[in-house]
């Protein structure tokens, strides 16, 4: 159909706003239909009238301009612009019907004449599949029955704007299954206006009430060309809102002489004032939250407050942006292999799991992960006897896993965890959930049981005093294997490279296993006998120099550094000795060292500036003479059975906790052969024109790699995934949740964080205070880290250790007391702070703040100056 074959007006072609029933929508548009609504619910909305769809069809039959404008979009030749020049030069000689200029004026005259606002209000405006606003016109100020018949023609020649004209080509939408429905309403001589939407704009947190407010019309806010305050209400709580205000030097108001609304100079008196009291703020929210609740979904409202205080709403339509999102992930996750069934009734942490492998996980990653992850779990549970040996496997019920994947991240099920200390003689669930997450999660049901007991006092004395002695076998097993693998990986063909990548994952569960064993059985019983050791003498301040010592894998590798950086250890030999480590070196998709070494040349040149003094060897002698300090006082408090127990306690811990870094590196060795022969694959495969990138095997899971032959749709399925990871990482989950997450966008800078004062809390994990300046880090060797600064990163691998060396202090969104950060953090003697949730988002480089490792407080003091 052509715009040419509209037919004649239908009867009414004009309706007051009383009367646009949502029966009417496909006549008056959305705008029309939100008034509506808001009418029929008694809230305040300035009078008006609706100029329907059937009205703009029958002008463009009866005046011939349908077909005029059928010829300019059929020219091809001619760009958007062009058509939208000509097509606002047909509409300019319309002259209305004379009926239809009768209702419009006699419709006028019943507001009672004076300035009006003539608003489109288009009908295929918010589809499902795209978001109309602002591309249609709206027109203020408007004074005189000439004057406003004139601009609805304006209004229906914004159907045809270049970006209308582009929009729906994009979409596909047909020129002829559009029309323009047009709102008349009374001005309202704005004190202040603006947007309000019933969720955060940036991150899609369904929780908040959002509002920018401007002095004058709103008309600056919609547009963007004034400095507008910002307001950020909890729903749960409307007392306290975050707000930012702006110093307003302009806005829009009713310029008689010109006789149209201006930008103009504010007073900057008044331009400094908020533009909206926390009453009136109050109760705009107030009124968005009735809104949200009668329409049953996240609002995006306009609003005007009068001279006299009164509040106005002008549009009220449901948000798209993010409710397209919500549907668009929601529909992927059902069939992503980095999502999984989630377990509705359990509480689930990145925490640890995440430190292990960070971030959004490649598929093949989590194909590695997910099993080894698994079955290292209940390994160390059943080693200890509190889980029975039948269940030692992967269950085929998702819902019964401890390990998971949310949205392309790894997570542990923490009820899972919880129901294991249950059963665990001297611990329970919630000693688990703190150790995990620093606290005790709200909800959690406690169920000790004993039946257990025997099994666990027989079985964990062997599996403790056996950890050590098959921990470090492995490790030297797994050393000289990874050296051996490496060396023959380029020259294998595509059996060869699908053999060791299937060899490399054995080992990886088995050393995830044995890292398991360390981290339930022979690791925290030792933490926990220590902890109660120096309580019981009222020396809880010592603990973490009693923790501290042995020989910690992540301290050999800023040794080895420190020498690098001097020339006494060469490039080649570092790299035997550490190659394995680097950016997110749990991901199979990292890169690291030993493929890229530029991060280690530019932190061993920044060793090399560091005085004799620092010298790790130095430091290590200084921290072994500060333990044996604490051990002689500890001694000096205890009878001569309490120094028995004291004695073997420490000697533990000496042999014990070093176990964690241990196992670690032996489990990323096992990756890191894996990596390289799932690049050497790659290889392979972009030689036989299978696939466009080596890295593109890392959107492929293990069976898909190993498999005889690749999927045949392999470069849609790769490309599909590449963006299902992108549109993962769009979004953030929470460090901790009951079954499905809710997730949010990248937080933006909190808005009220400008001022001294601010504080972020955590776990204390290193005893010290310190105050410095902040450097927010996303990888290690990549940022620009000045000697001395405090590092606030996601959190740690032991690649970390590096620039940790040359810090004062270190904040850590996730970890607990035992993790990595904590523990080397320990042996460098740095303050340390993890588990703050959000300290990446709330603070900046620059910031300088006083960090306290004892509390797990981190004050900010100054904010860095902002940069535009």
């Excluded at 097993?477 to 294998?492: A, F, H, N, S, V």
């Excluded at 696939?691 to 599909?720: C, F, H, K, Q």
Aim: overall charge negative; glycine content about 8%; some cysteine.
């Amino acid at each position: 159909m052509l715009l040419a074959d509209f037919g004649a007006v239908e009867s009414p072609a004009v309706l007051p706003l009383g009367l646009c029933s949502p029966d009417r929508s496909e006549q008056v548009g959305g705008k029309t239909k939100g008034l509506y609504k808001l009418i029929e619910l008694g809230l305040p909305v300035p009078e008006g009238f609706a100029i329907t769809a059937n009205a703009y069809r029958a002008t463009l039959a009866a005046t011939g301009v349908g077909a005029q404008i059928d010829d300019v979009l059929a020219q091809a030749e001619l760009s958007d612009d062009a058509k939208s020049q000509a097509i606002f030069g047909l509409f300019e000689n319309v002259t209305l019907p004379a009926d239809l200029s009768a209702e419009i004026d006699n419709s006028y005259d019943e507001l009672g004449g004076g300035p009006v606002a003539v608003r489109s209000s288009g009908i295929a405006e918010d589809t499902a599949a795209a978001s109309f606003a602002g591309q249609h016109d709206t027109y203020l100020w408007i004074q005189g029955a000439d004057a406003v018949r004139h601009h609805v023609l304006r209004c229906w020649a914004s159907l045809f704007n270049p970006s209308a004209i582009g929009y729906r080509e994009r979409f596909r939408i047909p020129a002829d299954e559009v029309a323009m429905g047009v709102v008349v309403q009374r001005m309202v001589p704005a004190a202040a206006g603006g947007v309000m939407m019933t969720l955060e704009p940036v991150t899609g947190e369904s929780n908040l009430v959002y509002i920018e407010a401007a002095h004058g019309l709103g008309e600056g806010v919609v547009v963007g060309d004034v400095l507008s305050d910002q307001y950020r209400f909890d729903k749960a709580n409307l007392d306290n809102p975050k707000k930012r205000i702006s110093r307003q030097t302009e806005q829009h108001r009713f310029d008689p002489d010109a006789g149209a609304v201006t930008l103009q100079p504010m007073d900057p008196e008044v331009g400094s004032q908020p533009a909206l009291d926390d009453d009136l703020a109050r109760a705009l929210a107030q009124l968005g939250l009735d809104i949200e609740r009668s329409f049953g979904a996240p609002m995006d409202i306009e609003w005007a407050v009068s001279e006299e205080r009164e509040i106005f709403l002008l549009q009220a339509r449901p948000e798209t942006v993010w409710s397209t999102r919500w549907t668009e992930l929601a529909t992927t996750a059902r069939t992503s292999v980095t999502h999984g069934d989630l377990n509705q009734d359990w509480y689930y942490s990145t925490a640890n799991l995440g430190e292990a492998a960070p971030g959004v996980l490649a598929p093949l990653s989590w194909s590695v992960w997910g099993p080894g992850a698994e079955i290292a779990a209940r390994y160390g549970f059943v080693q200890m006897g509190v889980l029975e040996a039948s269940k030692a496997g992967i269950p085929d019920d998702p819902h019964a896993r401890f390990i998971q994947i949310a949205y392309g991240r790894a997570v542990a099920s923490v009820s899972a965890f919880y129901d294991m200390g249950e059963r665990i003689p001297g611990a329970s669930g919630n000693m688990i959930a703190e150790s995990l997450l620093g606290s005790i999660p709200s909800g959690m049901i406690a169920n000790p049981t004993r039946r257990r007991y025997p099994v666990v006092m027989w079985r964990m004395p062997k599996a403790f005093v056996r950890s050590k002695a098959v921990i470090d076998k492995q490790h030297r097993t797994i050393r000289e294997w990874w050296l051996r693998e490496l060396e023959r990986t380029q020259d294998l063909d595509l059996a060869g490279a699908r053999a060791q990548f299937t060899d490399a994952v054995n080992r990886f569960q088995k050393s995830t296993a044995l890292q398991a064993q360390g981290n339930i059985i022979a690791v925290p019983p030792v933490f926990q006998a220590l902890e109660q050791l120096v309580a019981s003498v009222d020396m809880e301040e010592y603990y973490g120099v009693l923790t501290s010592g042995g020989d910690h894998a992540e301290i050999a590798v800023v040794t080895d550094l420190w020498d690098l950086g001097r020339g006494r250890l060469t490039e080649s030999e570092f790299l035997r000795r550490h190659g394995f480590h680097g950016t997110l070196e749990g991901d199979i998709a990292g890169r690291v060292w030993r493929e890229d070494p530029s991060p280690i040349r530019h932190i061993a040149q920044m060793y090399k500036t560091q005085g004799d003094d620092k010298d790790p060897r130095a430091m290590a002698e200084a921290r072994n003479a500060e333990k044996e300090r604490a051990e002689s006082e500890l001694m000096s408090r205890l009878g001569w059975f309490g120094r028995l127990k004291a004695r073997l306690i420490l000697r533990l811990a000496r042999r014990h906790m070093p176990l964690r870094g241990v196992g670690k590196a032996s489990f990323l060795r096992s990756l890191d052969v894996a990596r390289s022969s799932a690049r050497r694959i790659g290889e392979l495969l972009v030689a036989e024109g299978i696939l466009d990138a080596v890295d593109d095997v890392m959107y492929l899971t293990s069976d898909e790699l190993i498999a005889p032959a690749v999927p045949e749709n392999v470069r849609e399925l790769v490309a599909a995934r590449k963006t299902e990871q992108e549109l993962f990482r769009s979004f953030e989950l929470p460090v901790a949740f009951w079954g499905e997450p809710g997730l949010t966008a990248p937080a933006p800078e909190t808005v009220d964080g400008d001022a001294a004062g601010d504080r972020i809390t955590g776990i204390g994990a290193s005893a010290g205070v310190v105050e410095g300046v902040v450097r927010v880090v996303d990888a290690p060797g990549f940022a620009e880290v000045e000697p001395g600064e405090i590092l606030v990163a996601k959190t740690t691998d032991p690649s970390w250790a590096s620039i940790m060396f040359v810090s004062s202090a270190l904040v850590v969104d996730i970890g607990g007391t035992l993790s990595h950060a904590a523990v080397v953090a320990r042996e460098l003697r740095l303050p340390c702070v993890v588990n703050t949730g959000d300290g990446t988002s709330v603070l900046r480089t620059g910031d300088r703040v006083r960090v306290d490792g004892r509390s797990g407080v981190v004050e900010i003091l100054e904010r860095a100056t902002r940069t535009s």
